[in-house]
């Protein structure tokens, strides 16, 4: 079973913890199912998850090279020299980073945040499209800040063939399973 989960901004990507932050539990009542994968605490978007640990380990593990594309709201306004840094692989303090693919986009229609991100008023602020083959800790983040323009907003809508499609945040879907409604917060959709 592969189920594709829209995580809300400061939800952990586990099910249980010591501390009174939001988890997985909150939304999704699935017994045995597993993170392919993890999105950081201060991270949106789509979660794997699977209770078939053989396809958990093909999907989370980096020689997979499972192509994961973020849109990434930065503080400034980078230009086609920057992007070009991130295409090209920059190094980072854990080794050199594989290259990205890098595009300025238009504000996605994805939902507000809540709380929403700091502003500036004198700087601007501006919509990347990311896409990466490893998934080292924060590394979208550290990628942007290397570059000189720090993350703001970090939403991952693809990884592989699965993408967020319709899913509100604190949403699931099963694939090829009927509409229904479980979860403390969570909601349940069929792809």
Not at 1 to 13: D, E, G, Q
Not at 15 to 42: H, M, N, Q, W
Not at 183 to 190: D, H, L, P, T, V
């Amino acid at each position: 079973m592969i189920v594709l989960f829209n995580k809300p901004f400061r939800v952990l990507s586990q099910f249980t913890t010591d501390s009174d932050k939001a988890t997985l539990a909150d939304y999704i009542e699935l017994p045995g199912v597993y993170c392919a994968g993890r999105l950081d605490y201060d991270s949106e978007g789509l979660l794997i998850l699977t209770d078939d640990g053989r396809r958990q380990q093909q999907i989370a593990n980096p020689k997979s090279a499972k192509r994961k594309r973020y849109w990434v709201q930065v503080e400034g306004t980078p230009d086609d020299a920057d992007l070009q840094r991130l295409r090209d692989g920059i190094e980072l303090k854990d080794g050199l980073a594989r290259p990205a693919q890098a595009t300025l986009i238009e504000p996605p229609a994805i939902w507000e945040r809540d709380p929403s991100i700091r502003e500036r008023r004198n700087i601007p602020t501006r919509w990347l499209d990311l896409g990466i083959s490893e998934g080292r800790n924060r590394q979208v983040r550290r990628m942007t800040a290397h570059i000189g323009y720090p993350t703001l907003r970090l939403i991952l809508h693809q990884v592989g063939e699965w993408s967020l499609g319709e899913l509100a945040p604190g949403e699931y879907r099963i694939e090829g399973k009927p509409v229904a409604t479980s979860g403390a917060r969570g909601r349940y959709r069929r792809e």
